[in-house]
């Protein structure tokens, strides 16, 4: 130390104390490296169950099962009863037969789409006439024209067992001169194996929570939704105006809390006629437009049904709407 009191070395201690301490730094960081890589680990240390498989569900939910394997074995007399029953009302079968509400139907599995001489297609129809009819595009189409070609003027849901629409194919295949040519046995084969991949991976679905009540159902019903869903599925064989005239069925104006199957001037099959007489209440027209074959066996009704609880609702509260009188709905 000099005689003015400072500490000559307290520069050097300065540095020093400097280095030890970015000597500590760096070696701590070395450490922290070893112990706590920055590098992604290859595998999730936390696996979230279900996140992986969400979109596979979602698709195997919405994939069609093919006719394709079923064809062979199909059976023709039930396809043609269902096709009698469901839609000889609309479509005329035989070779040369006159158009109705739809096209005549001979020759159209194996002939041209959305093209039958002489019938007037809608704009939906109309987009997705590409090719012919075949096996996998007629499977689609019967299992939900709406789905097939949104718009389309086909008042129909569809048919939704599949065994049901192999029948109906295999029947339709039948109206021709020259039938379609049956799937080969390395097309059938393909059409197994592809029905029973993700069959394989699909993991047991979930219960379903329980369907809320008719009533409640009724009472959010949207009457501009259920008229919109007449206008594309049902106003191709009924009126709803009042006074107005039946055609394929009868006219439904006023229908809810009429006498069931009463409609002044129409001819009722004998399959309804026995359930004729009681008034249409909300939940009795509910069955009856949710499967009207099972509501009353052998009718004539060539409609398969509305499936969807909330749609039946939206519809009933369009016809309650057109009456002199609504109902008092819940």
């Known amino acids: ?82 096709v009698q029953q469901q839609c000889a009302a609309c479509h005329t079968l035989t070779q040369g037969g006159a158009n109705g509400v739809g096209p005549n139907l001979y020759g159209v599995v194996g002939g ?35 789905s097939f070609a949104n718009g389309t003027g086909m008042s129909y849901a569809g048919i939704k067992n599949t065994q049901t629409r192999a029948d109906v194919i295999a029947y339709l295949r039948t109206l021709a001169a020259s039938p379609l040519p049956l799937p080969t046995p390395d097309e059938v084969k393909a059409a197994t194996a592809a029905a029973a991949a993700p069959a394989a991976s699909t993991p047991a679905a979930a219960a379903a929570p329980a369907a809320p009540a008719f009533s409640t159902l009724l009472a959010s019903a949207d009457i501009a939704k259920g008229q919109a869903v007449f206008q594309q599925q049902c106003s191709a064989c009924h009126t709803i105006a009042k006074g107005g005239p ?64 909330q749609t039946r609702a939206d519809v009933i509260a369009y016809l309650n709407k057109n009456a002199d009188s609504p109902a008092k709905l819940p």
Do not use: C
Request: no cysteine.
């Open 1 to 82: 130390m000099s005689n003015s009191g400072k500490d000559s070395l307290l520069g050097n201690k300065i540095a020093a104390g400097v280095l030890t301490a970015g000597l500590v730094l760096w070696g701590a960081n070395r450490i922290a490296q070893v112990l706590i890589p920055d590098e992604a680990p290859e595998k999730p240390a936390i696996q979230l169950a279900g996140l992986a498989t969400a979109a596979p569900v979602a698709a195997a939910a919405n994939a069609l099962e093919s006719v394709i394997p079923l064809l062979a074995g199909a059976d023709i007399a039930k396809g043609q009863a269902f």
């Open 112 to 146: 041209p789409m959305f093209a039958h001489a002489g019938f007037t297609y809608s704009d939906a129809a109309k987009a997705k006439a590409k090719g012919n009819w075949n096996y996998d595009n007629m499977n689609a189409w019967l299992a939900a024209p709406s």
């Open 246 to 309: 039946n055609g394929v069925g009868p006219n439904l104006y006023g229908i809810v809390g009429a006498k069931s199957f009463s409609a002044a001037g129409f001819t009722y099959s004998s399959a309804v006629q026995a359930k004729a007489g009681q008034p249409w209440s909300p939940d009795s027209l509910s069955d009856w437009l949710k499967a009207p074959n099972s509501f009353a066996s052998g009718t004539a009704m060539s409609f398969a049904g509305i499936k969807n609880d």
